[in-house]
């Protein structure tokens, strides 16, 4: 059955009576259906009206559902991993009417998130660390003696990650009382990749159960299915079953990304998270302005024209970071690891050291996983691979898992890393280019969505560590670095300040400050990211070895956690619109 998209609140009798678990539980499992029906139903109506994670919260109802029904939540512990598929689970647990507020200021959280819920068990933003969470909750409980069930549920691509298996392993040594659920629909954001996602489809299209449970009963779990898991008449006695169990347990069901709604069963990765639901028969509005993205990805295909050595390695998120068209054009020379952002930087240099030359495309809050390796298999070694970071700074709607908040201050500290911040999309591609050139680790910064539409016409790289005058002005010079450029210009022409696009957090242009402190007794910085340990500490910490005595005002992205909005209200929030720059820079004249 496929739906259509509501234009007004649907009818949902049933759901309506629904607030919180035990009511479910009051009803029959011949009215779950209906039940499963009706918050379809809902979800697609409030998710059409906020926009958010879509596919993934359609394809996991019956699932939902059905742990809700056979658990006693919220003492029993449920974690949902990734955490995009909770839509409906938050529906149940007391959230339906602010289901419609989801993703906007003072709204609710697009992951779980302990504060919001006692029904939210862990916070899972990121992928693969249900299971570890997991088991120290089954380890806990043991410990105090409480009975509980625990229950965690992988998929959506989740599987993938190394993180995912270590839980596993350790779990089968504690014989801890543990329920995974792997939710198998062949999806992750993208298609999944590697070696596991095609074991599991292989298997479940000959039908090999038996060598598939093969596989995790090495590791000591009690494995049962595959099963529908949109089916409660498969799902239900498999979950009972699995629930009655002791120890390790692994339940694999097999679900449809977007289960219910035909534009997303065709299609799961455009629909995988959407602004708003057009009724179908319409189009998608998209963006004409090329995002920072896109013009990365332009980029890359013409260094891959010009350059045999050229390599793209992404973790998982090929969309995201605008690698579809280098993924088609460079078939051998594409590298999607699944999610795996360790085996991602660790895999590069290993091709950095075999003399080809490695962009790793990833996330700013994503290679954060990544740190260890980042230090010991590249920077120490001095290996050659330029790191394109996507989503730096603040993300929006996606809150503060996905904020890229803290790049500059983990990355400035590695010896010998050069630190690049563009202001628009001309300076992105001049800035690739100068990290590709550059021999040794690399990193360019650059924000979601579009900036300023300025596209290169021709693409050279800058003279390493060079920063730019663009206004001369007095009293007072506002040092930008990055995407904020806008809102200093705004502020420099109101108040008559001079202005310099840095371009570089490291090598920091020393030489341009030196220029600056003789006749502008207060410095700015400026910098969408963490005002501790960023570009501005960097700033001030030259300041401080040259013993210079001038005033420095450093303006980012305050010490604490910035909620979910769009990100021109978390830009305000943070006083990194033009008023609240012109409103701080005011207050020290």
């Known amino acids: 059955m496929f739906y259509t998209i509501p234009q007004t609140r649907p009818s949902t009798p049933l759901l309506d009576k629904i607030s919180s678990p035990a009511d479910l539980r009051e009803l029959t499992a011949a009215q779950l259906p209906d039940l499963a029906y009706q918050l379809r139903a809902f979800l697609l109506y409030s998710v059409g009206q906020t926009g958010g994670h879509f596919g993934a919260g359609l394809g996991v109802t019956e699932l939902t559902i059905a742990l809700h029904y056979l658990l006693e939540t919220p003492e029993d512990h449920l974690i949902w991993d990734v955490g995009h598929q909770s839509y409906p689970h938050k529906i149940l647990t007391g959230r339906r009417e602010a289901l419609l507020s989801i993703r906007q200021k003072g709204g609710l959280a697009p992951f779980p998130r302990i504060s919001e819920s006692p029904y939210d068990d862990f916070g899972t933003g990121h992928s693969s660390t249900s299971v570890s969470a997991a088991l120290g909750m089954a380890l806990a409980d043991r410990l105090q003696g409480l009975s509980r069930k625990t229950v965690a549920v992988i998929g959506d691509g989740a599987m993938t990650a190394g993180m995912a298996f270590e839980g596993l392993n350790h779990a089968a040594h504690t014989g801890a009382d543990l329920l995974v659920i792997l939710n198998d629909n062949d999806m992750s954001i993208s298609h999944n990749e590697g070696g596991l996602a095609t074991y599991l489809a292989k298997n479940l299209k000959d039908k090999m159960g038996a060598t598939t449970a093969a596989l995790f009963e090495a590791l000591d779990f009690h494995y049962s299915g595959p099963v529908d898991g949109n089916n409660f008449e498969q799902l239900l006695p498999a979950l009972k079953q699995a629930l009655a169990g002791t120890g390790p347990q692994f339940l694999h069901i097999t679900t449809v990304k977007g289960k219910g709604y035909a534009p997303a069963e065709k299609d799961p990765i455009g629909y995988h998270a959407i602004t708003k639901i057009e009724p179908i028969?319409?189009?998608?509005?998209?963006?004409?302005?090329?995002?920072?993205?896109?013009?990365?990805?332009?980029?890359?295909?013409?260094?891959?024209?010009?350059?045999?050595?050229?390599?793209?390695?992404?973790?998982?998120?090929?969309?995201?970071?605008?690698?579809?068209?280098?993924?088609?054009?460079y078939i051998e020379r594409y590298f999607d690891v699944a999610i795996a952002e360790q085996h991602a930087i660790t895999l590069a240099a290993g091709m950095a050291?075999?003399?080809?030359?490695?962009?790793?495309?990833?996330?700013?809050?994503?290679?954060?996983?990544?740190?260890?390796?980042?230090?010991?298999d590249v920077a120490i070694q001095e290996l050659d691979i330029l790191f394109a970071i996507d989503r730096a700074g603040l993300v929006g709607e996606d809150g503060a898992t996905h904020a890229g908040c803290y790049d500059i201050s983990y990355l400035r500290c590695i010896p010998d890393m050069v630190i690049m911040t563009p202001s628009d999309e001309q300076e992105l591609s001049n800035l690739l280019q100068t990290g590709y050139e550059y021999s040794g680790p690399a990193a360019v910064r650059y924000p979601r969505g579009s900036g300023r539409g300025n596209i290169a016409n021709s693409i050279s790289a800058l003279p390493l560590g060079k920063a730019t005058l663009l206004r001369q002005g007095n009293k007072a010079a506002i040092l930008n670095f990055g995407p904020l450029l806008p809102q200093a210009t705004i502020a420099a022409e109101q108040l008559d300040l001079t202005l310099v696009d840095m371009r570089f957090v490291k090598p920091l242009d020393q030489e341009m400050i030196d220029q600056l402190v003789s006749d502008h007794p207060l410095l700015i910085t400026l910098e969408d990211h963490s005002v501790k340990g960023g570009a501005g500490s960097e700033v001030s910490e030259y300041l401080h070895t040259k013993n210079y005595n001038n005033k420095l005002l450093t303006l980012g992205i305050p010490d604490r956690w910035i909620e979910h909005a769009s990100r021109e209200q978390q830009l305000q929030e943070c006083g990194l619109d033009s008023s609240g720059i012109i409103a701080a820079v005011s207050d020290i004249l």
């Not at 013009?295 to 260094?303: D, R």
């Not at 793209?312 to 998120?317: K, N, R, V, Y």
Request: contains cysteine; glycine residues 8%; hydrophobic residues 35%.
């Open 281 to 329: 028969g319409q189009p998608k509005v998209t963006k004409k302005q090329p995002t920072f993205a896109s013009v990365f990805g332009q980029w890359i295909c013409q260094q891959a024209d010009q350059d045999l050595r050229t390599v793209a390695i992404t973790p998982a998120m090929s969309e995201g970071s605008g690698l579809v068209e280098f993924s088609r054009t």
């Open 353 to 376: 050291y075999r003399g080809l030359k490695p962009v790793v495309a990833i996330y700013s809050t994503f290679l954060q996983r990544g740190y260890d390796q980042l230090i010991h």
